[in-house]
């Protein structure tokens, strides 16, 4: 399985944007899709995961609310709906694949490239 984000952009504080990550070949209904947001110096963080089988959804703290993540199955697709974004949601922005449910990047196996997300103050 191979993964590819898009949906990046620049965006004003308040602003929308929604991430897109299309998966090659088959997502088992075990799989956990996860998206995760790196700023220069820091770790690697979680966002947001989805069980792709169930649709269970799980959030950081941080964005609770504001973001949603869905999975659409007949396009292999999951995405990140985030609303009312803020400066501090700046970060290189990647969606990863695990078999189980974690909030750790080591639980995932799989990533995506990275898109860009950019919050203007």
């Known amino acids: 399985v191979q993964l590819q984000a898009s949906g990046g952009g620049l965006v004003q504080t308040g602003g929308s944007l929604r991430l897109s990550c299309a998966a090659s070949?088959?997502?088992?209904?075990?799989?956990?899709m996860g998206w995760f947001r790196q700023t220069p110096g820091k770790e690697r963080e979680f966002v947001a995961a989805?069980?792709?089988?169930?649709?269970?959804?799980y959030y950081a703290d941080a964005v609770k609310g504001r973001f949603t993540i869905s999975r659409d199955s007949a396009k292999n697709t999951v995405y990140l709906q985030m609303n009312s974004l803020k400066p501090e949601d700046t970060a290189v922005y990647y969606c990863?694949?695990?078999?189980?449910?974690?909030?750790?990047?080591?639980?995932?196996?799989?990533w995506g490239q990275g898109t860009q997300v950019t919050v203007s103050s």
């Open positions: 070949g088959r997502i088992f209904s075990s799989a956990v």
């Open positions: 989805i069980r792709w089988g169930r649709t269970s959804t």
């Open positions: 990863a694949r695990g078999s189980d449910l974690g909030y750790a990047p080591a639980n995932y196996r799989v």
